[in-house]
Every structure is written in C-alpha cells, then in structure tokens.
C-alpha cells in the first residue's frame, strides 16, 4: 500500500461545485502539503500544514481552503470550483526531524477537471 | 522576483550518453537543493540534496553539482538508458517550504 493516498484519483465536476481531495498518510509525518502542478509552471504550493493546529497558506491559496483532521490526514476543498483550477494535485509529507533537508513524500495525484 | 528555471522543457539524448540538466534560480540564498524525478501520471520522487557548502554529490549514476556563486546547480545521469526518461524537477528548500523548478523532460532514445 502507498505511503501516501490521494483520493480521488480522478475527478470530473461542472463549475460551481464544491470539491474535496482528501490525502492521508502512513509515515506518521507532522508535516503535509497540498501543490498544484500545471505544464510549464511545475509545482505551485497551496496550503501546508506542521501539525494538527497549524495551516499556512502557501503561493495560491485563494479559492482553495484546507482541514487538517487528524496527523494522518489533510484534506483540500474547492468551495466553488472554476475552469481554471483544473489541474493535478499532489499531497506530500515530510519528516520534521530533517527539517529543512527532508525530502518530500508524494501521492499519486487528483487529476481534477473542472468544466 | 524569485525565479527558478530549468534549462528547457525537454531534451532528447541517445542512450549511453551523459544528460546534463540545469536549475538556475534568482532572488534566493537556499541553504539546500534537491532533485526530484517525476514520471507520467505519478508523483514526483526524490533522488539527491545537495547543501551549499557541498560542491558535488553522487548516487550510482547520478551526479549533482551547485554553485551558489552562479546561483545554478546541475544534474547528470551518466551512461543514460531508455528508463532513466522521465521529467527532472529541481527544489529549493526555502526556509519552512519547498519551492519547485517547471521541470525538464528528459527523454533517452534507444
């Protein structure tokens, strides 16, 4: 089993409805992120969080908001979803023992298409 | 503003040749970088840091070089096989977070 599972993988939704990707994970990181990646543009941060009580917004927040429920598990929503937020979506963690030399732990990605 | 750049969308080698690719950044003083490989329809991997005061890191085939003079660091794949094809993404560690290059596909003719 993957270390870390986006679902859906996925998505097909018409303007205006509301999304959720959810990500949970098995390393047992404190630290989790949500990046958006777009050709030509690479990966682009949207929130991350560094345990259950902290969210910070990353590079693109708007139109996007986060729920961190538990250690293992960091949701991302699209409250109204727009043409321009199709994209893929990637969930990663991190090892806060390694700080800034940890590397990053990805999920297979949420292919979102919105119509 | 800060920047950071790979040296071209994609680049088309022969196999068994060396693939050199190349991050530049601007506007950062990163204390770390790291190179990560992606493949189509999955998430990136990671496969080397690299810390400013190390000029040269190696892993098998790999080998990473950053010059924070230049602001640049390079990545080569020596004696490159077919499966070493793949998009090539570099990222600075940039205090708390993770800043990504667009990528470079690198594709390995047979």
């Known amino acids: 089993d993957a270390d870390v599972t986006q679902t859906p993988r996925n998505r097909i939704t018409k303007t205006g409805k509301r999304i959720m990707l959810e990500c949970s994970q098995t390393?047992?990181?404190?630290?989790m992120y949500w990046y958006r990646q777009d050709p030509g543009l690479g990966l682009r941060l949207i929130y991350y969080?560094?345990?259950?009580?902290?969210?910070n917004k990353g590079e693109i927040s708007d139109g996007y908001s986060v729920s961190r429920q538990a250690q293992a598990k960091f949701s991302l929503s699209l409250e109204s979803a727009i043409p321009n937020q199709t994209a893929l979506y990637f969930c990663?963690?991190?090892?806060?023992?390694?700080?800034?030399?940890?590397?990053?732990?990805f999920g297979e990605g949420s292919r979102l298409t919105v119509l | 503003s800060q920047k950071i750049e790979q040296n071209s969308e994609a680049l088309n080698i022969q196999e068994g040749k060396t693939a050199t690719l190349t991050c530049n950044y601007t506007?950062?003083?990163?204390?770390?970088l790291q190179w990560y490989r992606q493949d189509p329809g999955r998430g990136p991997v990671f496969l080397l840091l690299?810390?400013?005061?190390?000029k040269e890191k190696r892993k098998e085939r790999l080998k990473v070089t950053f010059d924070t003079t230049l602001k640049q660091s390079l990545f080569h794949i020596t004696a490159s096989q077919p499966a070493d094809s793949a998009t090539y993404l570099c990222?600075?560690?940039?205090?708390?977070?993770?800043?990504f290059g667009p990528g470079t596909r690198l594709s390995v003719l047979p």
């Open positions: 969080s560094f345990d259950v009580k902290d969210i």
């Open positions: 506007n950062y003083s990163p204390a770390y």
């Open positions: 390393k047992g990181h404190d630290r």
């Open positions: 990222a600075i560690v940039w205090g708390q977070n993770f800043v």
């Open positions: 690299i810390r400013e005061n190390e």
């Open positions: 990663a963690t991190s090892d806060p023992g390694r700080a800034n030399t940890g590397e990053l732990f």
